[in-house]
């Protein structure tokens, strides 16, 4: 007797159902996709019961006649494809043939379809996949497709899906995607007889943004774009600074369709880089578009995941994108001063003509042993009293509280943070150092002995050729003991000894670390090697630190992103006081 058997149609339809409709969410995906492939310019989705109960979703498409309304139903049916190359050039949302027969077989469905040449439309209903009726009906040129008892053939399914307000968190997340990537077309979503949204459609993406999120936080939205090799990136990301109040996540799509894809979410996330600090989220929505050829959308069921020929490329271009929309971004929030070869500045003098310039300084030398280094254009003591520090308006006030620096300038007041300040100022000299591979090396006289716990040891064993790119030479010495031999130049006048020894301490700590293992010692090292806050600084400290931050290329945020200063204009301190 034959142990293998066909199985009947009706186990073969639920099977398939299970791969594409995994929850109401689904099934408004699919059937959101049908009408956008129809040439859809308005869509409607109304929701009872968080989908189980359940979804219609009409549109003013092209519609379709009485027997493509039967074929439709059919499994690997399609209008989108003809032959095999057509699958290599991919241009619409469905194309599969498996999302309709699927829904129908587990629901209770109704479909009614015109096209513009027909004089009455086609009204289809399938129950639990067997067809029940078709008939004449009037109605408008379009589709409306009406769901109803999703898995009542199928308990356990149904028995799996989630609390309801989960389910309807996914539906309205797949609608908001969908209107994302197609803001020229109109969405109205309902869920219970409650209107969620009503996006009319708009010209632009920016504009659909300030539908959805509100006007300011589309007004603080910035554009980002990239291309090369037949690749374009695009879209619009949020400034980490500003994301601990908005918190959208980042929308990825490829040629409009939505996707989920690691790779792409972690170009976006080593886009933004050491700026995401604690608990903030990148928030965006970036597009993709790349020939058919180059990506594979076929590789899900669902088609929720793609796979790129040269994926590399992709990835290259989005950080590419990011990277340099946040640094426009960051410098456009202030125009910070442009360093020239000049005198270090003392505080609060006036000088000439213009009050704000920063004069000559007759202070005696830096306290502080960072600040004994030159990161100038010219050596310090090349520097004569005559020339002025910078040629745009600003002046420094004092330190408050320890803590901050008071800076006035022509747009506002700036309070800066100074550990935060000096923690930038290290972090860019050790990177820049290390990128240009011109990391100058300082042979101990007498090396520096580690005995750590076994756990430590071997996490210290796996990090040495990390510690040696940057600089440090660590040797083993014995079971769990190792030798500190080299140290890098430019942490000369600190307690270099203590600050390794912390870095290797805390290498086991939990928590966000960036991509590159470097990154995450270079940026522990500056934060340790930083003036810490509550630490006086003399006027000629105070004017050397503002130099070095205002020449860092990124000044707004120290290397774990959180911010180095904040601005008062003197419009919004007027309005505080009631001047205007």
């Known amino acids: 007797m034959s142990r293998i058997r066909l199985l009947p149609e009706a186990v073969v339809n639920k099977i398939a159902a299970g791969e594409v409709v995994e929850r109401p969410a689904s099934v408004v995906k699919e059937l959101v996709e049908n009408s956008l492939d129809s040439g859809a310019k308005s869509i409607r989705v109304m929701v009872r019961g968080s989908g189980r109960r359940e979804i219609r979703v009409e549109d003013d498409g092209c519609g379709m006649e009485r027997d493509d309304l039967l074929l439709a139903f059919e499994r690997h049916s399609t209008s989108k494809l003809r032959d095999f190359p057509d699958l ?71 028995k799996f899906l989630k609390t309801d307000r989960t389910e309807m968190a996914h539906i309205t997340a797949r609608v908001i995607d969908h209107g994302l990537a197609n803001p020229e077309v109109a969405f109205y979503y309902e869920r219970d007889n409650e209107v969620i949204l009503d996006l009319p459609a708009c010209s632009s993406l920016k504009e659909r943004l300030g539908d959805l999120w509100g006007g300011e936080t589309a007004g603080s939205l910035v554009q980002l774009e990239a291309s090369g090799d037949g690749v374009s990136v695009s879209g619009f990301i949020m400034p980490p600074d500003l994301s601990l109040t908005v918190r959208k996540g980042v929308s990825l799509f490829i040629n409009r369709r939505p996707v989920q894809d690691r790779m792409l979410f972690g170009a976006v996330m080593e886009g933004c880089g050491p700026l995401l600090a604690g608990r903030r989220y990148a928030t965006g929505v970036i597009f993709v578009e790349i020939s058919g050829r180059a990506v594979d959308v076929n590789i899900h069921p669902a088609k929720r995941e793609v796979k790129f020929s040269n994926p590399p490329l992709i990835r290259g271009l989005v950080v590419r994108a990011v990277r340099e929309a946040l640094k426009i971004a960051s410098s456009a929030r202030i125009a910070y001063p442009i360093r020239a070869s ?56 004092g330190q408050a509280a320890k803590r901050y620096l008071l800076v006035e300038s022509s747009d506002g007041l700036l309070i800066i943070d100074q550990h935060a300040a000096h923690e930038r ?51 083993p010495f014995g079971d769990d003991s190792f030798i500190i031999t080299a140290l890098p130049a430019i942490l000369s006048g600190w307690n270099r000894e203590e600050l390794v020894l912390k870095v290797i301490d805390g290498l086991a700590d939990e928590g966000k ?37 205002f020449a860092c290329e990124d000044p707004d945020h120290c290397p774990h992103g959180r911010p180095t200063m904040i601005v008062d204009s003197w419009g919004e301190l007027e309005k505080r006081f009631g001047r205007r």
């Open 88 to 158: 290599e050039e991919i241009s619409t949302l469905g194309f599969r043939g498996e999302a309709l027969p699927s829904i129908a077989g587990v629901s209770d469905l109704l479909m009614t379809s015109r096209t513009a040449d027909s004089p009455a439309a086609a009204r289809l209903h399938i129950f639990g996949g067997t067809i029940k009726d078709l008939t004449e009906v009037g109605a408008p040129v379009g589709t409306v497709v009406e769901v109803k008892r999703l898995f009542f053939n199928t308990p356990a399914r149904r």
């Open 513 to 549: 670390k960036p991509d590159d293992p470097r990154e995450e010692i270079i940026i522990r090292m500056s934060c340790l090697a930083a003036v810490k806050a509550r630490a006086s600084l003399a006027p000629v400290e105070l004017a050397r630190l503002v130099e070095e931050l």
């Open 342 to 397: 000049g005198p270090v500045g003392g505080v609060g003098e006036s000088g000439g003509m213009d009050p704000y310039l920063t004069p000559p300084a007759a202070e005696s030398a830096p306290v502080f042993p960072h600040f004994s280094q030159d990161y100038s254009s010219s050596p310090v003591a090349e520097k004569t009293e005559s020339e002025p520090l910078f040629p745009s308006p600003y002046r420094i006030l």
């Open 425 to 475: 100022i290290i972090y860019e000299r050790f990177r820049r150092d290390l990128l240009n591979e011109k990391m100058e090396l300082q042979t101990l006289l007498a090396p520096i002995n580690l005995d750590l716990d076994p756990r430590d040891a071997a996490l210290l064993l796996e990090k040495i050729p990390i510690f040696r790119e940057i600089g440090i030479e660590i040797e």
